[in-house]
Protein backbone atom coordinates (compact mmCIF):
# COMPACT_ATOMS: atom_id res chain seq x y z
CA UNK A 1 0.00 0.00 0.00
CA UNK A 2 1.09 3.56 -0.51
CA UNK A 3 0.13 6.53 0.70
CA UNK A 4 -1.53 7.87 -2.36
CA UNK A 5 -4.99 7.40 -1.12
CA UNK A 6 -8.01 4.51 -1.21
CA UNK A 7 -7.26 2.42 -4.16
CA UNK A 8 -9.79 -0.68 -5.65
CA UNK A 9 -9.23 -3.69 -3.34
CA UNK A 10 -8.71 -5.87 -6.62
CA UNK A 11 -5.18 -4.09 -7.58
CA UNK A 12 -3.96 -4.01 -3.65
CA UNK A 13 -5.54 -7.97 -2.63
CA UNK A 14 -7.11 -9.86 -5.66
CA UNK A 15 -7.44 -12.40 -3.29
CA UNK A 16 -9.36 -11.24 -0.27
CA UNK A 17 -11.62 -8.90 -2.71
CA UNK A 18 -12.62 -11.81 -4.69
CA UNK A 19 -13.29 -13.59 -1.52
CA UNK A 20 -15.81 -10.53 -0.45
CA UNK A 21 -17.36 -11.02 -4.08
CA UNK A 22 -19.64 -14.15 -3.35
CA UNK A 23 -19.92 -15.81 0.25
CA UNK A 24 -17.93 -18.56 -0.74
CA UNK A 25 -15.78 -21.02 1.06
CA UNK A 26 -12.58 -21.91 -0.49
CA UNK A 27 -10.62 -23.38 1.52
CA UNK A 28 -11.24 -26.94 1.31
CA UNK A 29 -12.02 -29.27 4.32
CA UNK A 30 -8.82 -31.87 6.05
CA UNK A 31 -11.59 -33.96 7.84
CA UNK A 32 -14.78 -35.41 7.10
CA UNK A 33 -17.97 -34.41 9.83
CA UNK A 34 -17.67 -37.75 11.35
CA UNK A 35 -14.07 -37.54 12.53
CA UNK A 36 -15.15 -34.23 14.47
CA UNK A 37 -15.49 -34.74 18.19
CA UNK A 38 -17.98 -32.95 19.80
CA UNK A 39 -18.16 -33.04 23.49
CA UNK A 40 -20.16 -30.88 26.39
CA UNK A 41 -17.96 -30.33 29.39
CA UNK A 42 -19.19 -27.46 32.26
CA UNK A 43 -15.92 -24.90 32.56
CA UNK A 44 -15.39 -23.46 36.24
CA UNK A 45 -14.93 -19.73 36.58
CA UNK A 46 -12.87 -18.05 39.14
CA UNK A 47 -15.63 -17.84 41.52
CA UNK A 48 -17.07 -21.61 41.05
CA UNK A 49 -19.84 -20.95 38.52
CA UNK A 50 -19.80 -23.37 36.16
CA UNK A 51 -20.58 -22.49 32.01
CA UNK A 52 -21.63 -24.86 29.42
CA UNK A 53 -19.23 -25.31 26.74
CA UNK A 54 -18.78 -27.42 23.66
CA UNK A 55 -15.79 -28.23 22.62
CA UNK A 56 -15.47 -29.20 18.74
CA UNK A 57 -11.99 -31.41 18.10
CA UNK A 58 -10.36 -32.29 14.80
CA UNK A 59 -8.58 -35.71 15.00
CA UNK A 60 -5.20 -33.81 15.99
CA UNK A 61 -2.97 -34.51 18.69
CA UNK A 62 -2.70 -30.69 18.98
CA UNK A 63 -4.50 -27.66 17.18
CA UNK A 64 -5.07 -24.22 17.16
CA UNK A 65 -7.98 -23.23 19.20
CA UNK A 66 -11.05 -20.61 18.64
CA UNK A 67 -13.37 -19.15 21.47
CA UNK A 68 -16.74 -18.47 21.06
CA UNK A 69 -19.14 -17.14 23.99
CA UNK A 70 -22.52 -16.12 23.70
CA UNK A 71 -25.57 -15.25 24.93
CA UNK A 72 -27.79 -16.44 22.32
CA UNK A 73 -27.43 -20.29 22.40
CA UNK A 74 -23.82 -21.82 21.83
CA UNK A 75 -25.73 -24.81 19.39
CA UNK A 76 -27.97 -22.18 17.53
CA UNK A 77 -27.99 -23.27 14.14
CA UNK A 78 -26.14 -20.40 12.47
CA UNK A 79 -23.23 -20.86 14.52
CA UNK A 80 -23.29 -24.67 14.78
CA UNK A 81 -22.45 -25.48 11.44
CA UNK A 82 -19.54 -22.39 11.15
CA UNK A 83 -17.86 -24.48 13.99
CA UNK A 84 -17.90 -28.11 12.35
CA UNK A 85 -16.61 -26.28 9.77
CA UNK A 86 -13.54 -24.55 11.41
CA UNK A 87 -13.09 -27.71 12.84
CA UNK A 88 -13.20 -29.53 10.05
CA UNK A 89 -10.19 -27.23 8.69
CA UNK A 90 -7.97 -27.77 11.72
CA UNK A 91 -9.34 -25.94 14.32
CA UNK A 92 -10.62 -26.45 17.76
CA UNK A 93 -13.73 -24.96 18.73
CA UNK A 94 -14.61 -23.66 22.03
CA UNK A 95 -17.97 -22.55 22.28
CA UNK A 96 -19.69 -21.40 25.47
CA UNK A 97 -22.93 -20.10 26.89
CA UNK A 98 -22.23 -17.08 28.71
CA UNK A 99 -23.11 -16.86 32.56
CA UNK A 100 -26.97 -16.74 32.97
CA UNK A 101 -27.95 -17.96 29.44
CA UNK A 102 -28.40 -21.14 27.76
CA UNK A 103 -27.80 -24.35 30.02
CA UNK A 104 -24.97 -22.31 31.86
CA UNK A 105 -25.36 -21.36 35.84
CA UNK A 106 -26.93 -19.55 37.54
CA UNK A 107 -30.51 -19.02 36.70
CA UNK A 108 -30.66 -15.49 36.21
CA UNK A 109 -28.26 -13.20 33.76
CA UNK A 110 -26.67 -10.03 34.35
CA UNK A 111 -25.90 -8.10 31.12
CA UNK A 112 -22.41 -7.47 30.42
CA UNK A 113 -21.49 -7.66 34.24
CA UNK A 114 -19.32 -10.93 34.13
CA UNK A 115 -17.94 -11.13 31.07
CA UNK A 116 -14.09 -9.49 31.81
CA UNK A 117 -13.65 -12.44 34.41
CA UNK A 118 -15.17 -15.18 32.36
CA UNK A 119 -13.59 -14.28 29.24
CA UNK A 120 -10.58 -13.64 30.97
CA UNK A 121 -11.01 -17.60 32.73
CA UNK A 122 -12.23 -19.08 29.12
CA UNK A 123 -8.77 -17.98 27.83
CA UNK A 124 -7.08 -19.55 30.62
CA UNK A 125 -8.98 -22.79 30.75
CA UNK A 126 -8.54 -22.83 26.56
CA UNK A 127 -4.78 -22.13 27.15
CA UNK A 128 -4.24 -24.97 29.64
CA UNK A 129 -5.90 -28.09 27.53
CA UNK A 130 -2.98 -30.32 26.68
CA UNK A 131 -4.49 -30.32 22.92
CA UNK A 132 -3.54 -26.66 22.28
CA UNK A 133 -1.10 -25.35 20.00
CA UNK A 134 -0.36 -21.94 20.80
CA UNK A 135 -2.79 -20.09 18.87
CA UNK A 136 -6.55 -18.45 20.24
CA UNK A 137 -8.46 -16.47 18.26
CA UNK A 138 -11.94 -15.37 18.63
CA UNK A 139 -14.89 -14.26 16.49
CA UNK A 140 -18.75 -13.33 16.44
CA UNK A 141 -20.83 -10.14 16.44
CA UNK A 142 -22.97 -7.66 18.56
CA UNK A 143 -22.96 -9.19 22.10
CA UNK A 144 -20.12 -12.12 20.95
CA UNK A 145 -18.07 -9.26 20.02
CA UNK A 146 -18.10 -7.38 23.00
CA UNK A 147 -17.22 -10.95 24.63
CA UNK A 148 -14.19 -11.10 22.98
CA UNK A 149 -12.59 -7.39 24.26
CA UNK A 150 -12.50 -9.28 27.52
CA UNK A 151 -10.02 -12.44 26.29
CA UNK A 152 -7.64 -10.01 24.55
CA UNK A 153 -6.61 -8.77 27.44
CA UNK A 154 -4.74 -12.52 28.05
CA UNK A 155 -1.77 -13.14 27.11
CA UNK A 156 -1.96 -16.35 24.96
CA UNK A 157 -4.68 -14.84 23.35
CA UNK A 158 -3.22 -14.46 19.70
CA UNK A 159 -6.23 -12.72 18.01
CA UNK A 160 -9.86 -11.79 18.12
CA UNK A 161 -12.03 -10.33 15.44
CA UNK A 162 -14.84 -8.75 16.57
CA UNK A 163 -17.88 -7.63 14.02
CA UNK A 164 -20.11 -4.68 14.72
CA UNK A 165 -18.80 -4.08 18.28
CA UNK A 166 -17.23 -1.42 20.36
CA UNK A 167 -15.65 -0.15 23.64
CA UNK A 168 -17.46 2.79 24.27
CA UNK A 169 -15.53 5.16 22.93
CA UNK A 170 -17.93 7.32 20.92
CA UNK A 171 -20.60 9.40 23.43
CA UNK A 172 -24.66 9.17 21.97
CA UNK A 173 -26.33 12.12 23.06
CA UNK A 174 -29.75 10.77 22.72
CA UNK A 175 -30.80 7.01 24.15
CA UNK A 176 -31.76 4.16 21.71
CA UNK A 177 -35.26 3.35 22.39
CA UNK A 178 -36.90 0.58 20.11
CA UNK A 179 -35.24 -3.16 20.18
CA UNK A 180 -33.83 -2.65 23.59
CA UNK A 181 -36.93 -3.66 25.64
CA UNK A 182 -37.86 -6.77 23.58
CA UNK A 183 -34.29 -7.69 24.18
CA UNK A 184 -33.90 -6.77 27.60
CA UNK A 185 -37.41 -9.24 28.43
CA UNK A 186 -36.08 -11.87 25.98
CA UNK A 187 -32.31 -12.91 26.25
CA UNK A 188 -31.04 -14.69 28.99
CA UNK A 189 -32.82 -16.26 32.14
CA UNK A 190 -34.26 -15.15 35.22
CA UNK A 191 -37.62 -13.31 36.73
CA UNK A 192 -39.99 -11.48 34.29
CA UNK A 193 -38.61 -13.24 30.85
CA UNK A 194 -40.46 -13.76 27.87
CA UNK A 195 -40.42 -17.10 26.08
CA UNK A 196 -40.11 -15.36 22.37
CA UNK A 197 -37.29 -14.48 20.68
CA UNK A 198 -36.69 -10.77 20.52
CA UNK A 199 -36.78 -10.78 16.67
CA UNK A 200 -41.16 -11.51 17.62
CA UNK A 201 -41.28 -9.80 21.01
CA UNK A 202 -40.57 -6.13 19.15
CA UNK A 203 -43.20 -6.46 17.27
CA UNK A 204 -45.75 -7.65 19.74
CA UNK A 205 -44.33 -4.63 21.41
CA UNK A 206 -44.74 -2.04 18.83
CA UNK A 207 -47.94 -0.71 20.29
CA UNK A 208 -45.95 0.09 23.53
CA UNK A 209 -42.88 1.33 21.95
CA UNK A 210 -44.62 4.27 20.12
CA UNK A 211 -46.27 5.14 22.85
CA UNK A 212 -43.74 5.78 24.98
CA UNK A 213 -40.14 7.44 24.73
CA UNK A 214 -40.55 10.40 25.95
CA UNK A 215 -37.37 12.04 27.59
CA UNK A 216 -37.66 14.36 30.17
CA UNK A 217 -34.58 14.23 32.47
CA UNK A 218 -33.70 17.19 35.22
CA UNK A 219 -30.15 18.30 34.54
CA UNK A 220 -29.04 15.89 37.05
CA UNK A 221 -31.00 13.51 38.36
CA UNK A 222 -30.69 13.19 42.18
CA UNK A 223 -28.47 10.29 43.60
CA UNK A 224 -30.66 7.21 45.05
CA UNK A 225 -30.39 6.96 48.78
CA UNK A 226 -27.90 3.92 48.87
CA UNK A 227 -25.54 5.85 46.93
CA UNK A 228 -25.79 8.76 49.06
CA UNK A 229 -25.46 6.47 52.15
CA UNK A 230 -22.47 4.45 51.51
CA UNK A 231 -20.52 7.37 49.73
CA UNK A 232 -21.67 10.86 51.97
CA UNK A 233 -18.86 12.65 50.65
CA UNK A 234 -20.11 13.37 47.27
CA UNK A 235 -22.61 15.47 48.88
CA UNK A 236 -20.00 18.21 49.02
CA UNK A 237 -19.06 17.65 45.38
CA UNK A 238 -20.20 19.36 42.52
CA UNK A 239 -22.30 16.92 39.93
CA UNK A 240 -19.24 16.23 37.46
CA UNK A 241 -17.02 15.41 40.27
CA UNK A 242 -19.80 12.99 41.87
CA UNK A 243 -19.97 11.12 38.58
CA UNK A 244 -16.12 10.98 38.01
CA UNK A 245 -15.68 9.78 41.72
CA UNK A 246 -18.48 7.24 41.32
CA UNK A 247 -17.21 6.10 37.96
CA UNK A 248 -13.56 5.23 39.19
CA UNK A 249 -14.79 3.72 42.24
CA UNK A 250 -17.06 1.05 39.83
CA UNK A 251 -14.24 0.81 37.65
CA UNK A 252 -12.30 -0.46 40.99
CA UNK A 253 -14.84 -3.38 41.71
CA UNK A 254 -14.69 -6.83 41.02
CA UNK A 255 -17.64 -8.24 38.41
CA UNK A 256 -19.94 -9.10 41.42
CA UNK A 257 -19.79 -6.00 43.43
CA UNK A 258 -20.45 -4.04 40.34
CA UNK A 259 -22.89 -6.63 39.92
CA UNK A 260 -24.69 -5.54 43.40
CA UNK A 261 -24.31 -1.60 42.94
CA UNK A 262 -26.14 -1.73 39.95
CA UNK A 263 -28.71 -3.31 41.57
CA UNK A 264 -28.77 -1.14 44.64
CA UNK A 265 -28.60 1.65 43.16
CA UNK A 266 -30.69 1.22 40.41
CA UNK A 267 -33.26 -0.93 42.52
CA UNK A 268 -33.45 -4.16 40.04
CA UNK A 269 -32.81 -7.98 40.59
CA UNK A 270 -30.80 -8.59 37.34
CA UNK A 271 -28.81 -6.20 35.02
CA UNK A 272 -30.22 -5.69 31.55
CA UNK A 273 -29.26 -3.87 28.92
CA UNK A 274 -32.00 -1.24 29.81
CA UNK A 275 -30.25 -1.11 33.49
CA UNK A 276 -27.14 -0.11 31.59
CA UNK A 277 -28.68 2.42 29.33
CA UNK A 278 -29.96 4.04 33.16
CA UNK A 279 -26.17 4.30 34.64
CA UNK A 280 -25.88 7.38 32.67
CA UNK A 281 -27.84 9.04 35.07
CA UNK A 282 -25.45 7.87 37.52
CA UNK A 283 -22.23 8.44 35.50
CA UNK A 284 -23.27 10.49 33.03
CA UNK A 285 -23.85 10.81 29.42
CA UNK A 286 -20.19 10.95 28.62
CA UNK A 287 -19.94 6.77 29.83
CA UNK A 288 -21.65 5.22 26.87
CA UNK A 289 -23.49 2.07 26.96
CA UNK A 290 -20.61 -0.20 25.92
CA UNK A 291 -17.72 1.58 27.88
CA UNK A 292 -19.64 -1.37 30.46
CA UNK A 293 -17.96 -3.73 28.11
CA UNK A 294 -14.50 -3.56 30.50
CA UNK A 295 -15.27 -0.24 32.87
CA UNK A 296 -11.90 1.31 33.16
CA UNK A 297 -11.76 5.19 34.41
CA UNK A 298 -8.97 5.81 30.84
CA UNK A 299 -9.41 4.13 27.93
CA UNK A 300 -6.20 5.32 26.47
CA UNK A 301 -4.65 3.02 29.55
CA UNK A 302 -6.72 -0.15 28.79
CA UNK A 303 -5.50 -0.34 25.38
CA UNK A 304 -2.53 -0.66 27.13
CA UNK A 305 -3.77 -4.25 28.38
CA UNK A 306 -4.37 -5.59 25.18
CA UNK A 307 -2.40 -8.51 23.32
CA UNK A 308 -4.19 -9.48 20.94
CA UNK A 309 -4.34 -7.97 17.06
CA UNK A 310 -7.98 -7.27 16.22
CA UNK A 311 -9.66 -7.35 13.22
CA UNK A 312 -12.37 -5.26 13.83
CA UNK A 313 -15.26 -5.45 11.56
CA UNK A 314 -18.67 -3.08 10.88
CA UNK A 315 -21.21 -1.84 8.70
CA UNK A 316 -21.73 1.39 6.97
CA UNK A 317 -25.57 1.42 8.29
CA UNK A 318 -24.86 -0.50 12.01
CA UNK A 319 -26.34 0.49 14.95
CA UNK A 320 -22.67 1.32 16.64
CA UNK A 321 -20.55 2.31 13.31
CA UNK A 322 -19.74 5.42 15.64
CA UNK A 323 -18.25 3.64 18.41
CA UNK A 324 -16.71 1.41 16.32
CA UNK A 325 -15.19 3.84 14.26
CA UNK A 326 -14.14 5.21 17.72
CA UNK A 327 -12.58 2.47 19.11
CA UNK A 328 -10.68 2.08 15.90
CA UNK A 329 -9.11 5.60 16.19
CA UNK A 330 -8.58 4.88 20.04
CA UNK A 331 -6.23 2.00 19.61
CA UNK A 332 -4.11 3.69 16.63
CA UNK A 333 -3.57 6.60 19.43
CA UNK A 334 -3.41 4.22 22.46
CA UNK A 335 -2.42 0.68 21.94
CA UNK A 336 1.10 -0.03 21.89
CA UNK A 337 2.88 0.78 18.50
CA UNK A 338 3.86 -3.21 17.91
CA UNK A 339 -0.20 -4.42 18.33
CA UNK A 340 -1.40 -0.70 16.40
CA UNK A 341 0.64 -2.24 13.26
CA UNK A 342 -1.12 -5.82 13.61
CA UNK A 343 -4.72 -4.53 13.32
CA UNK A 344 -7.38 -4.21 10.40
CA UNK A 345 -10.24 -2.43 10.41
CA UNK A 346 -13.40 -3.86 7.55
CA UNK A 347 -16.29 -1.30 7.05
CA UNK A 348 -19.13 -3.57 4.71
CA UNK A 349 -22.19 -2.16 3.08
CA UNK A 350 -24.21 -3.72 6.06
CA UNK A 351 -26.26 -3.40 8.82
CA UNK A 352 -25.76 -4.49 12.23
CA UNK A 353 -27.54 -8.32 11.40
CA UNK A 354 -28.55 -7.61 7.45
CA UNK A 355 -28.00 -6.29 4.32
CA UNK A 356 -27.90 -2.61 4.86
CA UNK A 357 -26.79 -0.82 1.18
CA UNK A 358 -29.52 -2.07 -1.00
CA UNK A 359 -29.18 -0.29 -4.34
CA UNK A 360 -27.40 -2.40 -7.17
CA UNK A 361 -28.38 -5.51 -5.01
CA UNK A 362 -29.38 -7.41 -8.17
CA UNK A 363 -25.65 -7.10 -9.61
CA UNK A 364 -23.95 -7.02 -6.74
CA UNK A 365 -24.11 -10.40 -4.39
CA UNK A 366 -22.09 -9.44 -1.87
CA UNK A 367 -24.83 -6.31 -0.98
CA UNK A 368 -27.27 -9.55 -0.07
CA UNK A 369 -25.92 -10.39 2.81
CA UNK A 370 -24.75 -9.11 6.39
CA UNK A 371 -20.60 -9.87 6.36
CA UNK A 372 -21.14 -11.14 9.65
CA UNK A 373 -19.57 -14.64 10.43
CA UNK A 374 -22.06 -16.95 9.16
CA UNK A 375 -21.74 -15.00 6.01
CA UNK A 376 -18.21 -14.43 5.88
CA UNK A 377 -16.53 -17.84 7.12
CA UNK A 378 -13.77 -17.60 4.49
CA UNK A 379 -12.55 -14.04 5.34
CA UNK A 380 -12.30 -15.01 8.87
CA UNK A 381 -10.46 -18.22 8.31
CA UNK A 382 -8.26 -16.61 6.01
CA UNK A 383 -7.21 -13.67 8.54
CA UNK A 384 -6.67 -16.41 11.12
CA UNK A 385 -4.34 -18.34 8.47
CA UNK A 386 -2.21 -14.63 7.66
CA UNK A 387 -1.86 -14.08 12.01
CA UNK A 388 -0.62 -17.71 12.28
CA UNK A 389 1.53 -17.07 9.27
CA UNK A 390 2.64 -13.88 10.28
CA UNK A 391 1.67 -12.32 6.72
CA UNK A 392 -0.38 -9.40 8.54
CA UNK A 393 1.46 -6.78 5.95
CA UNK A 394 -0.37 -8.24 3.45
CA UNK A 395 -3.79 -7.17 4.09
CA UNK A 396 -4.28 -3.43 3.99
CA UNK A 397 -4.84 -1.72 6.80
CA UNK A 398 -8.58 -0.44 6.05
CA UNK A 399 -10.70 -2.22 3.69
CA UNK A 400 -13.90 -0.63 3.32
CA UNK A 401 -17.27 -0.90 0.93
CA UNK A 402 -17.66 2.55 -1.47
CA UNK A 403 -21.67 2.73 -1.56
CA UNK A 404 -22.36 3.73 -5.10
CA UNK A 405 -19.35 2.91 -7.31
CA UNK A 406 -20.30 -1.07 -5.34
CA UNK A 407 -16.81 -1.56 -5.15
CA UNK A 408 -13.87 -2.93 -2.21
CA UNK A 409 -11.64 -0.30 -1.75
CA UNK A 410 -8.19 -0.02 0.53
CA UNK A 411 -6.35 2.12 2.45
CA UNK A 412 -3.73 2.76 4.73
CA UNK A 413 -5.36 4.33 7.60
CA UNK A 414 -9.20 5.69 8.37
CA UNK A 415 -10.38 8.49 7.49
CA UNK A 416 -8.28 7.51 3.81
CA UNK A 417 -5.23 10.19 3.46
CA UNK A 418 -5.94 13.08 0.89
CA UNK A 419 -9.58 13.23 1.88
CA UNK A 420 -10.12 16.92 2.79
CA UNK A 421 -13.02 18.31 4.14
CA UNK A 422 -15.77 20.60 1.77
CA UNK A 423 -18.38 22.84 3.46
CA UNK A 424 -21.73 22.51 1.56
CA UNK A 425 -23.77 25.57 2.90
CA UNK A 426 -27.62 25.94 3.51
CA UNK A 427 -29.17 28.72 1.31
CA UNK A 428 -32.48 30.48 0.58
CA UNK A 429 -34.07 28.02 -1.90
CA UNK A 430 -33.95 24.93 0.00
CA UNK A 431 -30.02 24.91 -1.71
CA UNK A 432 -26.84 23.33 -1.06
CA UNK A 433 -23.84 24.85 -2.21
CA UNK A 434 -20.28 25.20 -1.43
CA UNK A 435 -20.83 29.36 -1.72
CA UNK A 436 -20.94 30.91 1.40
CA UNK A 437 -24.38 32.13 1.89
CA UNK A 438 -25.03 36.35 1.99
CA UNK A 439 -25.05 38.54 4.64
CA UNK A 440 -28.87 38.73 4.79
CA UNK A 441 -30.86 35.57 4.17
CA UNK A 442 -34.24 34.64 5.91
CA UNK A 443 -34.22 31.92 8.52
CA UNK A 444 -36.20 29.13 8.33
CA UNK A 445 -38.39 27.78 10.98
CA UNK A 446 -40.45 24.50 11.35
CA UNK A 447 -42.20 23.37 14.24
CA UNK A 448 -41.45 20.17 16.33
CA UNK A 449 -44.09 18.55 18.45
CA UNK A 450 -43.29 15.59 20.71
CA UNK A 451 -46.72 13.87 20.03
CA UNK A 452 -46.16 13.56 16.09
CA UNK A 453 -42.46 12.80 15.94
CA UNK A 454 -40.33 12.84 12.45
CA UNK A 455 -40.67 9.20 12.69
CA UNK A 456 -37.59 6.59 11.48
CA UNK A 457 -38.00 4.73 8.60
CA UNK A 458 -34.61 2.87 8.32
CA UNK A 459 -30.51 3.56 8.31
CA UNK A 460 -28.55 2.43 11.26
CA UNK A 461 -31.04 0.58 13.20
CA UNK A 462 -31.44 -2.80 14.59
CA UNK A 463 -35.05 -3.68 14.03
CA UNK A 464 -37.19 -6.73 13.04
CA UNK A 465 -39.86 -3.92 12.86
CA UNK A 466 -38.26 -1.49 10.58
CA UNK A 467 -36.00 -2.01 7.48
CA UNK A 468 -32.43 -1.22 8.15
CA UNK A 469 -30.43 0.46 5.79
CA UNK A 470 -30.79 2.38 2.46
CA UNK A 471 -33.91 3.46 2.26
CA UNK A 472 -35.90 6.21 0.72
CA UNK A 473 -36.70 9.11 2.66
CA UNK A 474 -38.70 10.94 -0.06
CA UNK A 475 -41.93 11.02 2.21
CA UNK A 476 -40.05 11.92 5.36
CA UNK A 477 -38.74 15.00 3.46
CA UNK A 478 -42.46 16.16 2.84
CA UNK A 479 -43.28 16.55 6.34
CA UNK A 480 -43.89 20.22 7.63
CA UNK A 481 -41.56 19.50 10.42
CA UNK A 482 -38.61 18.95 8.26
CA UNK A 483 -36.33 21.55 6.00
CA UNK A 484 -34.48 20.13 3.10
CA UNK A 485 -31.42 21.57 1.39
CA UNK A 486 -30.57 20.11 -1.92
CA UNK A 487 -27.55 20.52 -4.56
CA UNK A 488 -27.58 21.03 -7.95
CA UNK A 489 -26.92 17.76 -10.38
CA UNK A 490 -23.62 16.67 -10.12
CA UNK A 491 -21.30 17.21 -13.27
CA UNK A 492 -19.03 14.45 -12.38
CA UNK A 493 -18.76 11.52 -9.83
CA UNK A 494 -17.77 12.97 -6.38
CA UNK A 495 -16.56 10.04 -3.61
CA UNK A 496 -17.27 11.01 -0.31
CA UNK A 497 -15.38 8.79 2.52
CA UNK A 498 -14.94 9.55 6.10
CA UNK A 499 -17.03 11.45 9.19
CA UNK A 500 -19.68 13.92 8.57
CA UNK A 501 -20.38 16.59 10.57
CA UNK A 502 -22.71 19.57 10.11
CA UNK A 503 -22.25 22.89 12.03
CA UNK A 504 -25.76 24.39 12.81
CA UNK A 505 -27.36 27.61 14.06
CA UNK A 506 -30.42 27.46 15.69
CA UNK A 507 -32.58 28.26 17.95
CA UNK A 508 -35.80 27.24 19.72
CA UNK A 509 -38.75 28.37 21.60
CA UNK A 510 -37.98 25.26 23.92
CA UNK A 511 -35.07 25.46 27.35
CA UNK A 512 -34.25 21.38 26.11
CA UNK A 513 -34.90 19.74 22.44
CA UNK A 514 -32.84 17.90 19.85
CA UNK A 515 -31.63 18.37 16.50
CA UNK A 516 -30.95 15.88 13.81
CA UNK A 517 -29.56 16.18 10.54
CA UNK A 518 -29.73 12.75 7.28
CA UNK A 519 -27.65 13.34 4.44
CA UNK A 520 -29.17 11.51 1.24
CA UNK A 521 -28.18 10.17 -2.01
CA UNK A 522 -30.91 12.06 -4.87
CA UNK A 523 -31.43 9.72 -8.03
CA UNK A 524 -31.69 11.33 -10.85
CA UNK A 525 -35.35 9.86 -10.90
CA UNK A 526 -35.90 11.78 -7.85
CA UNK A 527 -35.80 9.02 -5.15
CA UNK A 528 -33.92 10.15 -1.77
CA UNK A 529 -31.85 7.61 -0.31
CA UNK A 530 -31.15 7.61 3.42
CA UNK A 531 -26.67 7.44 3.83
CA UNK A 532 -26.60 8.33 7.43
CA UNK A 533 -27.85 10.90 10.01
CA UNK A 534 -27.27 12.19 13.50
CA UNK A 535 -29.19 13.34 16.63
CA UNK A 536 -27.69 15.79 18.76
CA UNK A 537 -29.82 16.71 22.31
CA UNK A 538 -28.78 20.40 22.52
CA UNK A 539 -28.42 20.00 26.77
CA UNK A 540 -25.40 18.21 25.99
CA UNK A 541 -23.86 20.62 23.04
CA UNK A 542 -20.77 20.35 24.57
CA UNK A 543 -19.60 16.96 25.38
CA UNK A 544 -16.26 17.83 27.29
CA UNK A 545 -18.45 20.04 29.60
CA UNK A 546 -21.56 19.96 31.81
CA UNK A 547 -24.76 19.87 30.10
CA UNK A 548 -26.78 22.99 30.50
CA UNK A 549 -30.68 24.45 29.01
CA UNK A 550 -31.05 26.56 26.54
CA UNK A 551 -31.95 30.31 26.38
CA UNK A 552 -35.02 30.30 24.43
CA UNK A 553 -34.70 32.61 20.93
CA UNK A 554 -31.35 32.37 21.70
CA UNK A 555 -29.20 31.55 18.86
CA UNK A 556 -26.58 28.19 19.21
CA UNK A 557 -23.87 26.85 17.18
CA UNK A 558 -24.10 23.19 17.13
CA UNK A 559 -22.04 20.82 16.68
CA UNK A 560 -24.09 17.73 14.60
CA UNK A 561 -22.33 13.83 14.64
CA UNK A 562 -23.18 12.19 11.84
CA UNK A 563 -20.80 9.77 11.92
CA UNK A 564 -19.44 8.54 8.76
CA UNK A 565 -20.13 7.14 5.72
CA UNK A 566 -18.32 5.89 1.99
CA UNK A 567 -20.39 6.53 -1.11
CA UNK A 568 -19.86 7.73 -4.85
CA UNK A 569 -22.43 10.34 -5.68
CA UNK A 570 -22.83 9.80 -9.79
CA UNK A 571 -22.68 12.28 -12.35
CA UNK A 572 -26.09 13.26 -12.38
CA UNK A 573 -27.10 12.93 -8.74
CA UNK A 574 -27.52 15.51 -6.01
CA UNK A 575 -26.96 15.12 -2.43
CA UNK A 576 -29.36 16.50 -0.02
CA UNK A 577 -29.67 17.00 3.56
CA UNK A 578 -32.78 17.38 6.33
CA UNK A 579 -32.94 18.70 9.09
CA UNK A 580 -35.42 17.87 11.54
CA UNK A 581 -35.73 17.29 15.51
CA UNK A 582 -36.60 13.45 16.07
CA UNK A 583 -35.56 9.95 14.44
CA UNK A 584 -38.24 8.20 16.68
CA UNK A 585 -38.45 5.59 17.84
CA UNK A 586 -35.04 4.62 16.80
CA UNK A 587 -33.98 7.41 20.37
CA UNK A 588 -35.84 8.59 22.39
CA UNK A 589 -38.19 11.81 21.69
CA UNK A 590 -37.53 14.96 23.56
CA UNK A 591 -40.55 16.45 25.58
CA UNK A 592 -39.07 19.89 25.46
CA UNK A 593 -39.74 21.01 29.50
CA UNK A 594 -35.94 20.14 30.14
CA UNK A 595 -37.03 18.21 32.86
CA UNK A 596 -39.73 20.71 34.41
CA UNK A 597 -43.30 18.60 34.94
CA UNK A 598 -45.94 19.19 32.51
CA UNK A 599 -46.90 17.46 29.22
CA UNK A 600 -44.76 17.44 26.30
CA UNK A 601 -44.67 20.84 24.36
CA UNK A 602 -43.89 21.91 20.93
CA UNK A 603 -41.21 23.62 19.96
CA UNK A 604 -40.50 26.32 17.40
CA UNK A 605 -36.80 25.30 15.90
CA UNK A 606 -35.33 28.27 13.80
CA UNK A 607 -32.59 27.46 11.62
CA UNK A 608 -30.11 30.04 10.51
CA UNK A 609 -27.69 30.49 7.27
CA UNK A 610 -26.31 33.80 6.99
CA UNK A 611 -22.94 35.00 6.41
CA UNK A 612 -22.71 35.47 10.72
CA UNK A 613 -24.51 32.17 11.19
CA UNK A 614 -23.64 29.66 8.12
CA UNK A 615 -25.08 26.37 9.04
CA UNK A 616 -23.13 23.77 7.20
CA UNK A 617 -22.36 20.11 6.17
CA UNK A 618 -18.58 19.72 6.36
CA UNK A 619 -18.12 16.82 3.59
CA UNK A 620 -15.29 14.56 3.47
CA UNK A 621 -14.38 14.50 -0.28
CA UNK A 622 -11.58 12.11 -1.68
CA UNK A 623 -10.53 14.32 -4.61
CA UNK A 624 -11.17 18.06 -5.40
CA UNK A 625 -14.71 18.45 -7.45
CA UNK A 626 -16.83 21.40 -7.83
CA UNK A 627 -20.20 20.41 -5.89
CA UNK A 628 -21.77 23.77 -6.75
Not at 4 to 18: F, I, K, S
Not at 35 to 48: H, L, N, P
Not at 119 to 145: E, H, N, R, T
Request: proline letters at 8%.
Amino acid sequence: MTSNGPRPLCDVAPELARILKRNVVRTPAQFPVSAIDIKTVMVTMRDGIRLATDVYRPPLARSPAIAVRTPYGRAADDYAGIFMSFARRGYGVVAQDCRGTGDSEPESWDYYIYEPEDGYDLAAWISGQPWFDGFLGSCGGSYLGQTQWHMAMHPRMTTIAPEVSGLGAAINTVHHHMFSNAYARSVGKGEGKVALPYFELESQMLAETLATGYFNEPLYIELPAAVLTQFPNVRSMQPRETQRYLWEHYCSLTCAQRAEFVKQVLGVKNVTTVSVNSLSSIFGRHISHDRHTLPHPRLDELCHSFHAPVLLRTGWYDWGINDALATWDLLMRAAPAELRARCRLFIGPNAHNMPGYHEGSVEHPELQHAHRLPTSFELTLRWYGVVREERIGEWPTVIYYLMGANEWQAADAWPPPGTRSVPLYLHDGSRLSQKIPPQESKAHCYTYDPSDPTPTVGGSIVSYVYPPGSVGVNQVQERTDVLVYTTASLKCDLDVVGPLRFILYASSSAVDTDFGVRLSDVFPDGRAVHLQNGVLRARYRNLEGVPELLEPGRIYRLEIDLWATANRFKAGHRLRVDISSADFPRFDRNANLGGASGHPIPAQQTIYHDAEHPSHLLLPVVASADIG
